[in-house]
């Protein structure tokens, strides 16, 4: 194959004041991954996929890594956590010390009123079963099944605890039934009013969370990333009736803003929330997303400039609000505020 032909007019237009869609840094929100493991490279890159924005920061790295963000005028991060040590019961994300806390806690310090901190709250970076609620037997005895109700209990504690540690917002992700209203009261109830709630509402599932989970998983369950099957809590691809109704429940249970992810394939979804929901919305580009963009430009097949631009302002065409991605940092270089 020959050189890939560049839409030159896609860069050079979206410089011009002819545009009617606008995206702004202020739009775009960084994910940082960091990890209380030793080595502190990702797993991606160690299979040769080399995607480093989706590479582990240690913990003393993370003043450094946020200033770099900070710098490029972005203003707002996600952390995920990677903790040391997993258990049954996740107890890892409870620390007062854990991994998130203490980046929050550093940010917030180092950065207060510079950069908006979301921590990603779940259990699945913390337990044993890469799931993102609790298990217990099912009634039939023929297995696990996911336990809603007591993975709720948890998810309060977790993102209160985070809320303590200085989290502007909290993201809970585990798509379990009813932890937007409880995480709202829990937060209430420990003085923390004014910690907004992120909701990743409308989470589908997704091959396209691969490369994220070879990165946030330990080896324990690295062998199995790519078949376990969230379906039972995710939203399916053809349920968008689903999709809107989980939106509209967190809404009333108190979220301050809604995401739906993956975020190109849904863009469907966006707009048609935009138009009939007067609500914050972020979409997030997850870390499938950024890998086939990385592997096809990788192979000549397409031009990494301006799909990343070109993909990204799709996004906030179709309605978003906000944009978590992994190309944040390189799409910044291109906007002028
Ligand atoms: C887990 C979580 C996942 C992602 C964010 N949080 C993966 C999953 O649901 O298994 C995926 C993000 C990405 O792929 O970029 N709660
Ligand atoms: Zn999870």
Redesign the pocket.
């Known amino acids: 194959m020959g050189k890939v032909q560049t839409a030159g007019s896609v860069l050079d237009c979206y410089t011009q004041l002819c545009r009617s869609v606008r995206l702004q840094k202020k739009d775009l929100i960084f994910p940082i991954f960091v990890s209380e493991q030793r080595g502190g490279f990702s797993l991606s890159e160690r299979n040769g996929i080399g995607m480093p924005s989706l590479a582990k920061i240690a913990p003393k790295d993370v003043i450094q890594h946020v200033q770099k963000i900070v710098d490029q005028g972005i203003s707002s991060v996600i952390i995920f956590g990677i903790p040391n040590k997993r258990d049954v019961s996740a107890s890892s994300a409870l620390y007062s010390d854990g991994v998130v806390q203490n980046s929050t806690r550093k940010i917030k310090k180092e950065f207060e009123g510079l950069v908006n901190i979301i921590t990603?709250v779940?259990i699945?970076q913390y337990n044993l079963s890469g799931h993102?609620g609790l298990q217990t037997r099912s009634h039939k005895g023929t297995g696990r099944i996911i336990d809603n109700d007591s993975t709720l209990a948890l998810l309060s504690k977790i993102a209160t605890s985070y809320a303590e540690s200085g989290a502007d917002f909290v993201a809970p992700?585990?798509m379990m039934d009813g932890q937007v209203i409880q995480i709202r009261s829990a937060l209430d109830s420990r003085g923390f009013k004014d910690t907004k709630i992120m909701a990743f509402s409308a989470k589908h599932a997704s091959s396209?969370?691969s490369?994220?989970?070879m990165t946030a998983y330990t080896k324990h369950i690295n062998n199995y990333y790519t078949i376990i099957d969230?379906s039972s809590y995710q939203v399916g691809y053809a349920n968008p009736r689903q999709a809107i109704r989980e939106i509209q429940a967190d809404i009333q249970e108190g979220a301050d803003m809604i995401v739906i992810k993956p975020s190109l394939a849904y863009l469907d979804m966006v707009s048609m929330i935009r138009d009939s929901i007067d609500f914050p919305l972020v979409v997030?580009n997850?870390?499938?997303e950024y890998a086939m963009i990385k592997a096809a430009a990788r192979n000549g097949w397409i031009d990494e400039e301006e799909w990343k631009v070109n993909s990204i302002v799709a996004m906030k065409r179709a309605g978003a609000h906000g944009i978590i991605s992994y190309f944040t940092m390189d799409i910044a270089k291109y906007l002028d505020d």
């Open positions: 990603d779940c699945c993102c992700s585990s396209l969370y490369p994220f989970r969230k997030q997850v870390s499938g």
